[in-house]
């Protein structure tokens, strides 16, 4: 059984770029949240999507934002980047509510 | 607001016993426990629900109290693979769509 699955593993992107995430989660199921991490921080929610609506939304400004498709794979995209959201984006995905997510490696970005 | 785990790290050397705690601030539904390797992704240990009970696999066990919005892990005779970064994960909403992770404890098991 395969598991989440996302790419790309590493990113580098300038200052005031945008950058688009992708995870594809384990087959059947059809939550996928993201959380980004950092060293300071550690683990920070950032959105749920379960069947293609956002179920829930972390603290974070606007220009970071994602959707699920009719697949349950999921997107996240950050605009204007700044050096602050240089982090670990980690994706989980699980059958349902009050079960257990499965993690994927993560996308390691850096904003230079 | 995040749950605060203690404590921040411990190092035990194999076959020892750890315990980590992890308190809310908020009424919670539910706890969820896992571990991370150093560049690897985290991994589920284990859930504990509101009204359930103490839940535990093999010398991993962990502990719900309601009352006090705390929860605690016990590790038991501890072996190098337990070596990581062990977080709670919690649920104030009731759907565990959202889970507000803890700080984490690094923990090493040494020889």
């Known amino acids: 059984k395969a598991g989440v699955t996302q790419t790309p593993r590493y990113l580098i992107k300038t200052r005031g770029q945008q950058v688009t995430l992708s995870c594809s989660p384990i087959?059947?199921?059809?939550?996928v949240s993201w959380y980004q991490q950092t060293p300071g921080q550690g683990l920070q929610f950032l959105f749920e999507?379960?069947?293609?609506?956002?179920?829930n939304k972390g603290n974070f400004p606007g220009r970071f934002s994602g959707r699920q498709f009719s697949n349950s794979r999921s997107e996240m995209n950050v605009s204007t980047l700044e050096l602050g959201d240089s982090a670990l984006y980690l994706c989980?995905?699980?059958?349902?509510?009050?079960?257990?997510?499965?993690f994927g490696s993560g996308t390691r970005l850096t904003v230079v | 607001q995040q749950p605060v785990q203690s404590p921040q790290a411990v190092i035990l050397r194999e076959g020892e016993d750890a315990v980590i705690n992890c308190s809310s601030s908020?009424?919670?539904?539910?706890v969820h426990w896992y571990r991370q390797k150093h560049g690897e992704a985290p991994v589920f240990l284990m859930i504990?629900?509101?009204?359930?009970e103490q839940k535990g696999h093999e010398k991993i066990s962990a502990s719900f109290n309601e009352k006090k919005q705390q929860s605690s892990l016990y590790l038991t005779a501890s072996q190098l693979s337990y070596s990581g970064t062990y977080f709670c994960?919690?649920?104030?909403?009731?759907?565990?769509?959202?889970?507000?992770f803890g700080t984490g404890t690094r923990l090493q098991v040494t020889l």
């Open positions: 989980a995905s699980s059958l349902g509510t009050g079960v257990s997510y499965t």
């Open positions: 087959s059947g199921h059809r939550s």
């Open positions: 999507y379960f069947s293609e609506t956002q179920r």
């Open positions: 908020k009424a919670l539904y539910s």
């Open positions: 504990l629900l509101k009204g359930g």
């Open positions: 994960g919690t649920d104030d909403t009731g759907t565990a769509s959202k889970l507000t």
